[in-house]
């Protein structure tokens, strides 16, 4: 039995303890989702090989779910920029064939692509939804129906939690005060939906907080939830530098997981009170890695893919760690499955439901050895002529493979105003994301990294993050689990590059990936290019 401590985001599939069940035998789904919570919780602490930031945040509510059921240790997003992970998660397709799904920027829903949550509704299930399921995008959260479902008439200022918080202490409040005035939004919009939905049927909720999003109040880790930056030290990946500025600045970014594990203990109260604990599976996760950090957010490797995916409940044995290679995709026909539903035509995820029902720990399912990633376009003219940064990525136990299809394009985009004697300011680098390198989210660490970008000591972190990289990129991840070595020109290893390339270029083919089965292909020219310069 492992003992599971406190920690910050991912993804966290909870059925609850119990067998009672309703008519028809359909559980509730609570579906509680952030924006770039990666893979950050106390339950993965016992986990990690080494001291993490995991064994310095607390998530006392996550925790209690992992606690009883399953925890998976290798979930990862199909692609890490909100909108396109959205449009595969909704749909259960590889993000590549979700239209212009596929994009940030300039997004539009493709109606003919069926999504799990309004197929949920047709077979009998009542929806509602809290802030945010799929955008930037139009129409904004189409896939569960835009508006029509929303219970948020108590507020969204939890999804500014950082903000309001430090605005209301300066008018007097306590930390206490504040933080209570924001649960109790959480707690009214949930608690809407509970009384206005039919009691005889069961229900699919969404709640989308946007907190862990940036940006976030400067040392409010500290000020609010009482994380100290120097228990960090050590603790943070080779390609983050160990410095006070970098560690205030992720110190941050674990105050406003903890912020999300307040919400998360605030909906599995409302559903125990409401006697539906029981019988509703919560599913807590989150879109993608980091923002704003080195290697995180729009980057193919671990720090920017890794997700949490914890699972308890009635027929799920636990507790149990779960070593399969999971994608995110795979939760829309999880769902579909546990709600009775058939799954449609075009499915590119394939149901856990077998994984969580089996009381094996380890491998369980020996077909899920590896994890297909990838990513096209994030800001929409973070490069000239709008253009992408197409990647595709191998994921294995061992090892992890990525090829940059365009190698001689600025992976974060173009530097904008930075040279080699000129940058942008320290405060339009923290609170403007198109200052310079757009596709890296505006922040302190940000802000570091450039203007330390001619430091003999820290250049490589600078290049790190922001030169440009080869066509391909190899990483043993038993030697080096930071990922930064690359060995793709390693001669040693060039078997296993020919192999992975050809693995992930089957994979690619069979699935219809625009980038290597059209000629001509579409991510590069319009609509995927239309969005244009943006308005000053």
């Known amino acids: 039995m492992h003992t599971f401590r406190t920690g910050v985001v991912v993804a966290i599939l909870l059925l609850s303890g119990g067998e009672r069940a309703r008519a028809a035998d359909k559980p509730n789904i609570v579906f509680c989702f952030a924006d770039d919570w990666g893979r950050y919780a106390s339950c993965y602490a016992a986990l990690d090989a080494k001291p993490t930031a995991n064994s310095v945040i607390k998530t006392p509510n996550v925790d209690t779910v992992a606690g009883r059921g399953v925890v998976f240790r290798n979930a990862f997003v199909p692609a890490p920029s909100c909108t396109p992970c959205r449009s595969s998660l909704l749909s259960g397709r590889y993000f590549f064939n979700t239209g212009r799904g596929a994009i940030l920027n300039g997004a539009v829903w493709d109606e003919t692509i069926p999504a799990f949550p309004l197929l949920l509704r047709d077979s009998g299930y009542d929806l509602g ?58 707690d009214g919009n949930f608690g809407s939906f509970l009384t206005a939905r039919d009691a005889k049927k069961p229900f ?94 729009c980057n193919l490797y671990d720090f920017g893919t890794g997700v949490a995916l914890v699972a308890a409940g009635p027929g799920v044995p636990g507790p149990r760690v779960v070593d399969d290679l ?13 709600g009775g539903v058939k799954p449609p035509p075009g499915l590119n995820g394939k149901s856990l439901w077998p994984v969580l029902a089996s009381k094996q720990a380890g491998q369980v399912d020996p077909d899920r050895t590896r994890v297909v990633t990838g990513r096209e376009r994030h800001v929409g003219d973070a490069r000239e002529g709008n253009k992408p940064y197409p990647q595709r990525a191998l994921r294995t136990p061992e090892f992890l493979y990525v090829r940059n299809f365009e190698p001689d394009r600025y992976p974060l985009g173009d530097p904008k105003g930075l040279t080699a004697d000129r940058a ?37 972190h600078f290049d790190y993050a922001f030169a440009k990289r080869p066509a391909e990129e190899l990483y043993d991840l038993k030697a080096d689990p930071d990922q930064v ?24 083919t069979d699935a219809g990936d625009p980038r290597l089965v059209e000629q001509d292909c579409r991510f590069e020219k319009s609509p995927f290019t239309d969005f244009g310069p943006r308005k000053k």
Request: charged share 25%; no cysteine.
């Open 129 to 186: 939804k809290t802030g945010k399921v799929w955008s930037p995008g139009t129409p904004a959260d189409a896939p569960i129906g835009k508006q029509q479902y929303a219970y948020q008439k108590s507020g969204l200022g939890f999804s500014n939690f950082s903000e309001v918080v430090t605005t209301a202490m300066k008018g007097g409040k306590t930390v206490a005060q504040a933080r209570a005035d924001l649960l109790a939004q959480v």
């Open 204 to 297: 699919f909720f969404w709640f989308g907080p946007t907190n862990v999003h940036r940006k976030w109040v400067k040392g409010s880790g500290k000020a609010l939830w009482g994380i100290d930056p120097d228990a960090l030290k050590g603790k943070l990946p080779k390609f983050l530098p160990d410095v006070p500025e970098v560690r205030e600045d992720f110190a941050d970014y674990l105050g406003e997981a903890q912020a999300y594990d307040a919400f998360i203990g605030v909906l599995l109260k409302r559903l125990k009170d409401a006697g539906e604990l029981d019988n509703t599976i919560v599913v807590i996760s989150g879109d993608h890695g980091a923002p704003g950090f080195p290697g995180g957010k």
């Open 326 to 338: 999971v994608n995110l995709m795979d939760l829309g026909p999880t769902f579909l499955e546990i």
């Open 424 to 460: 942008p300011t320290a405060s339009e680098l923290e609170n403007n994301t198109y200052a310079a390198f757009p596709d890296m989210d505006a922040s302190p660490t940000k802000a570091w990294l450039i203007a330390h970008r001619n430091d003999k000591e820290w250049k490589w």
């Open 485 to 508: 070595k690359n060995l793709a020109g390693d001669k040693s290893h060039d078997a296993t590059r020919k192999k992975l390339a050809a693995q992930l270029t089957k994979i690619l």
